[in-house]
């Protein structure tokens, strides 16, 4: 149900923009999340946007990527986004996305995507 897109390779300091689809309806998880999983290390959690309200979201990030990576959504095209700008080797990974029905955002996710592989050169 999930499709993840927008992986590639670039070079460090470049900004890339993931994708993540939903297909079979609406667009209606109350939490869609990002996590990625480097060679040799364990899945790890990268941002997440929350629905609190009609319109209102809350969103968080991982330490390592704060003020670099930014999360949307856009529930009108049953869409969203990770927006990855001044990107660097150690942000070499597979991303995932995520979505749960719920507001926990750190772990428990229902559904999952198939990873897109990003790439990052120095």
């Known amino acids: 149900q999930l499709q993840a897109c927008g992986g590639g390779l670039v070079q460090a300091g470049a900004s890339l923009r993931l994708s993540c689809a939903a297909s079979?309806?609406?667009?209606?998880?109350?939490?869609v999340g990002w996590f990625r999983q480097a060679p040799g290390k364990e899945r790890e959690f990268v941002a997440a946007i929350r629905r609190a309200g009609v319109r209102l979201y809350y969103t968080n990030y991982a330490d390592a990527v704060k003020g670099r990576f930014t999360i949307s959504r856009d529930d009108a095209k049953n869409t969203a986004y990770l927006q990855m700008n001044s990107l660097k080797p150690e942000d070499t990974a597979v991303y995932f996305c995520?979505?749960?029905?719920?507001?926990?955002?750190?772990?428990?996710?229902?559904?999952w995507g198939q990873g897109t592989l990003v790439t990052i050169s120095s």
């Open positions: 079979g309806g609406t667009f209606s998880y109350s939490t």
């Open positions: 995520a979505a749960d029905p719920t507001d926990s955002y750190l772990s428990g996710y229902k559904y």
